[in-house]
């Protein structure tokens, strides 16, 4: 897998690790089908997921911490996949605090599973 998780964080505005960052995702995908907008329901409400395989999630930082989401509704996406890729997230200030804090719900997995949480 490139780079192997080497680093913590990406910078999302650094073009060289949004490439490394897409590789890893490519490379855990590489012999899957990703499927583009598939939409994931959680407690009866449409989730749209930007990029999937049956396991595997990309999200946007704003398409799955910018909505009106709490903490059940992230287990239940840790349930569905057992990676997820978060892409740019924000650095905490003061204008995003309110949704950087929920980072910590989105890789909170019930204690029964294995999750990768990449971002």
């Known amino acids: 897998m490139p780079g192997s998780l080497q680093k913590v964080y ?26 583009v907008g598939r939409k994931v329901e959680i407690w009866g409400r449409k989730l749209a997921v930007p990029e999937s395989s049956a396991d595997v999630a990309w999200f946007d930082f704003n398409s799955l ?11 239940e996406v840790t349930k569905a996949f057992d990676t997820i890729f ?24 019930p204690p029964y599973r294995s999750l990768t949480c990449v971002g």
Do not use: W
Request: charged share 35%; net charge negative.
């Open 65 to 75: 911490c910018g909505k009106n989401l709490g903490a059940a509704d992230y287990i």
């Open 10 to 35: 990406y910078d999302a505005t650094d073009p060289a690790d949004a490439s490394e960052f897409r590789k890893l995702f490519n490379a855990k995908t590489a012999k899957v089908e990703v499927i």
């Open 86 to 109: 978060v892409d740019a997230v924000p650095k905490m200030d003061l204008d995003t605090k309110d949704r950087v804090r929920l980072v910590p719900d989105v890789m909170q997995a």
